[in-house]
């Protein structure tokens, strides 16, 4: 894989970020979602690759652009697999909260879960307590385990989780045990992320959320040497004959980080859409906007935040030929 596709993919993800802030706080996830989604397909078309989307909007006869199997890049280059979320949070524009982003993660062939989209039970790590968590203990014992790789008492250990019903029970039991709680709205991509950077004081991530996020979470901390661990939970025939269309028949089994992306390299790149603990929103003035993006490859461990200016006026469709 090609080291330059990591500032071509910052490209990208800008695209889809600028167009989607344009919707924040409109309260039509649907617009900002299409807007991302078109942005994002177009400057993918000028990137030196051939791509295949595996991780994107939906199957071909549910999305217009960006669906599984879409073949994208402009034909040279090398041969990749693409996971795409052209706005992670959608319902966080579409109300002008915290924490959406655009995201994409390319990585040779094979290499990434074709997760389907299901719900997916997952914990999640940064480089520090990466070895020390396992999805099968009870999370006062996953509490502990992280404190300690982290050398902090549990009082002072934060973690993450989706405010839904669903994780009453996870909730309760981080009360318990004394630690503190960062509840979210939406967006575990950018949750699981978190707990690789201390300054968003976030130590781990807890919960269930979407199964094709949880590879988009997995390759960006791969590129970070932290740790997600996941377990596919289908809720009917349908998705339990899917699980086994991917080889997975034990429902029960624990999928680590080379079940997710295998291999050695696979490069991510993020854009802020809103302000969040980790990236700050797009913002215009007049003819000028400015993003803040994070992209990361796993063979070099290189981790570069990059500041855009960009000139609308000049660059209205946001590609030159």
Same mark, same amino acid.
């Given at each position: 894989?090609?080291?330059?596709?990591?500032?071509?993919? #910052?490209?990208?993800?800008?695209?889809?970020?600028?167009?989607? /802030?344009?919707?924040?706080?409109?309260?039509?996830?649907?617009? /900002?979602?299409?807007?991302?989604?078109?942005?994002?397909?177009?400057?993918?078309?000028?990137?030196?690759?051939?791509?295949?989307? #595996?991780?994107?909007?939906?199957?071909?006869?549910? /999305?217009?652009?960006?669906?599984?199997?879409?073949?994208?890049?402009?034909?040279?280059? @090398?041969?990749?697999?693409?996971?795409?979320?052209?706005?992670?949070?959608?319902?966080?524009?579409?109300?002008?909260?915290?924490?959406?982003? /655009?995201?994409?993660?390319?990585?040779?062939?094979?290499?990434?879960?074709?997760?389907?989209?299901?719900?997916?039970?997952?914990?999640?790590?940064?480089?520090?307590?990466?070895?020390?968590?396992?999805?099968?203990?009870?999370?006062?014992?996953?509490?502990?385990?992280?404190?300690?790789?982290?050398?902090?008492?549990?009082?002072?250990?934060?973690?993450?989780?989706?405010?839904?019903?669903?994780?009453?029970?996870?909730?309760?039991?981080?009360?318990?045990?004394?630690?503190?709680?960062?509840?979210?709205?939406?967006? *575990?991509?950018?949750?699981?992320?978190?707990?690789?950077?201390?300054?968003?004081?976030?130590?781990?991530?807890?919960?269930?959320?979407?199964?094709?996020?949880?590879?988009?979470?997995?390759?960006?901390?791969?590129?970070?040497?932290?740790?997600?661990?996941?377990?596919?939970? @289908?809720?009917?025939?349908?998705?339990?004959?899917?699980?086994?269309?991917?080889?997975?028949? *034990?429902?029960?089994?624990?999928?680590?980080? *080379?079940?997710? #992306?295998?291999?050695?390299?696979?490069?991510?790149?993020?854009?802020?859409?809103?302000?969040?603990?980790?990236?700050?929103?797009?913002?215009?003035?007049?003819?000028?906007?400015?993003?803040?993006?994070?992209?990361?490859?796993?063979?070099?461990?290189?981790?570069?935040?990059?500041?855009?200016?960009?000139?609308?006026?000049?660059?209205?469709?946001?590609?030159?030929?």
């Amino acid at each position: 894989m090609e080291r330059s596709l990591t500032l071509e993919l #910052v490209r990208v993800t800008e695209a889809a970020a600028l167009e989607s /802030a344009r919707w924040m706080g409109r309260g039509k996830k649907n617009e /900002a979602d299409g807007a991302a989604t078109t942005a994002m397909r177009k400057v993918l078309d000028t990137v030196p690759m051939q791509g295949t989307v #595996v991780i994107g909007e939906g199957e071909m006869d549910e /999305a217009p652009m960006l669906y599984i199997g879409e073949k994208v890049g402009n034909g040279h280059g @090398p041969a990749v697999d693409i996971a795409v979320d052209p706005v992670e949070g959608t319902n966080i524009v579409a109300q002008g909260t915290w924490g959406a982003f /655009a995201v994409i993660a390319v990585a040779d062939q094979g290499k990434f879960l074709h997760a389907p989209d299901m719900y997916m039970q997952k914990i999640a790590v940064g480089p520090d307590a990466a070895g020390c968590i396992d999805i099968n203990a009870s999370v006062t014992e996953n509490l502990k385990a992280v404190a300690k790789a982290k050398g902090k008492d549990i009082e002072d250990v934060v973690a993450t989780v989706l405010n839904r019903e669903r994780h009453n029970k996870i909730i309760s039991e981080i009360r318990e045990a004394g630690a503190r709680i960062r509840l979210i709205s939406d967006g *575990d991509v950018a949750a699981a992320l978190n707990t690789a950077f201390d300054f968003t004081g976030v130590d781990i991530l807890f919960g269930i959320g979407g199964a094709p996020e949880g590879v988009l979470a997995a390759a960006g901390l791969k590129c970070l040497g932290g740790e997600l661990q996941g377990k596919l939970l @289908p809720e009917n025939d349908e998705q339990l004959k899917r699980c086994h269309k991917m080889g997975i028949s *034990d429902i029960n089994k624990v999928l680590l980080m *080379d079940d997710l #992306v295998s291999g050695d390299d696979c490069i991510f790149a993020a854009t802020g859409i809103t302000d969040g603990e980790l990236l700050t929103g797009v913002q215009f003035k007049g003819s000028v906007a400015t993003t803040h993006s994070v992209v990361m490859r796993a063979k070099s461990g290189t981790v570069r935040f990059i500041d855009g200016t960009h000139s609308l006026k000049k660059k209205p469709n946001l590609v030159i030929k």
